[in-house]
């Protein structure tokens, strides 16, 4: 057929380069394909399938070139096409502006993939070399059809998973914000605590004000409470917008455990639930970035402190395995029930009447999963249920 040209996140002569690259360059190849057959079935001189770019407009995805070729065509046909129901003669006496501004430049049929769905595609074959002058064989418009048919099985699939991965990503936002809602009434608590302090030295400082040892002491005091509240506040920012991990990132579990525990510290004053971190574990690491890790322990300690009565307690501890590591977050509430432990993952699941569900869980173990790991739930010795979060090797 001659030569192939596929031209990811590329553009048409005349037309700024799109910033982005397409969504599925597997699609373009696709694509590429087809109209490299399309081409060599109709024995056309060239082939374009121009595709919509992903922050709007066209780009040309694919050109199939043999000898002398026609103009670019215009990347306004990939909207004059969206509405067809099948391949078109772009010279036809009813044809379009754009579509008449297409045929003017060589181009003789065209078809839509994709009507409908937010990536659109077109497929363009010039008049092959048997065709009149000015006019497309009905052989030539049916394989265009043909082609355009057999590419709406990947075009729709590549939407629906470009959909999918927004809904994925907008998921994993409300449960942040959901998240977050919690984290107010603890960091309203924490933040309480440390002005209480500086409060009562700004009471005592008029009368003790010569006082060297109180004025040293006061320095002390109010620049470690100020220090906890700027901590407490970065931990809600972080959680609120956590940046985006470096490839390969590793998280000591030990100074996540220590920050959830701090924490949550007032919680378990209030509900009588005590909550231990062991120390054996601190070292062990977790193929997390710290953002991550952090809201899936911080989901998970906090679904422990649900289900926990007073005078129970939470456990969270780390341990190296033969093959990678293990994270625990065990509470001594009912447990989950074996034919229950797939289903409380899901969204908005919940096993409390009187409470709605969430989506803590079920973001826990996505962010696991997108790490290669995997997040189950078991029994804890001694009653309770025990949240064990696996990672295969991690060096």
Do not use: C, Y
């Not at 059809?145 to 990947?154: K, V």
């Amino acid at each position: 057929m001659g030569e192939i040209r596929t031209r990811p996140g590329g553009e048409a002569p005349g037309r700024r380069a799109e910033a982005e690259p397409p969504a599925s360059p597997d699609l373009d190849l696709v694509v590429a394909r087809a109209a490299e057959g399309l081409g060599q079935a109709v024995g056309a001189r060239a082939v374009v399938a121009l595709g919509r770019a992903a922050a709007g407009g066209a780009r040309v995805v694919a050109q199939v070139a043999r000898g002398v070729t026609p103009d670019a065509p215009p990347l306004g046909l990939l909207d004059a096409l969206a509405a067809d129901l099948g391949p078109v003669d772009l010279g036809r006496p009813d044809a379009s502006a754009v579509e008449r501004e297409a045929a003017a430049a060589g181009w003789g049929a065209a078809a839509s993939v994709g009507r409908g769905s937010e990536s659109p595609w077109a497929l363009l074959v010039v008049a092959a070399a048997e065709d009149p002058p000015g006019r497309v064989r009905p052989r030539s418009l049916a394989a265009v059809g043909a082609a355009a048919r057999r590419l709406e099985g990947p075009v729709s699939a590549a939407a629906a998973g470009a959909r999918l991965a927004r809904l994925d990503a907008d998921v994993q936002r409300l449960g942040r914000l959901a998240a977050l809602g919690d984290l107010v009434a603890e960091i309203a608590h924490e933040v309480r605590n440390p002005l209480v302090s500086v409060k009562t030295f700004l009471q005592l400082l008029p009368d003790r004000i010569d006082d060297p040892e109180f004025r040293t002491r006061f320095h002390e005091v109010v620049a470690d409470e100020l220090r906890r509240i700027e901590r407490l506040l970065d931990v809600v920012i972080a959680h609120a917008r956590p940046g985006p991990a470096a490839p390969g990132s590793r998280t000591a579990a030990g100074p996540v455990f220590d920050a959830v525990a701090r924490l949550l510290e007032h919680r378990a004053l209030e509900s009588g639930v005590r909550i231990e971190v062991d120390p054996a574990g601190a070292e062990v690491e977790a193929p997390l970035g710290e953002d991550a890790l952090r809201q899936v322990v911080l989901n998970l300690t906090l679904n422990a402190f649900e289900a926990t009565p007073e005078g129970g307690d939470v456990r969270l501890s780390a341990r190296r395995l033969a093959e990678g590591a293990e994270l625990r977050v065990e509470d001594r509430g009912p447990g989950v029930p074996p034919e229950a432990r797939e289903r409380i993952f899901e969204p908005f699941h919940t096993t409390r009447p009187d409470r709605p569900g969430g989506l803590g869980l079920a973001i826990s173990r996505r962010l696991v999963e997108q790490a290669g790991g995997e997040l189950v739930v078991g029994d804890r010795e001694g009653g309770g249920a025990s949240f064990r979060i696996r990672f295969g090797d991690v060096g």
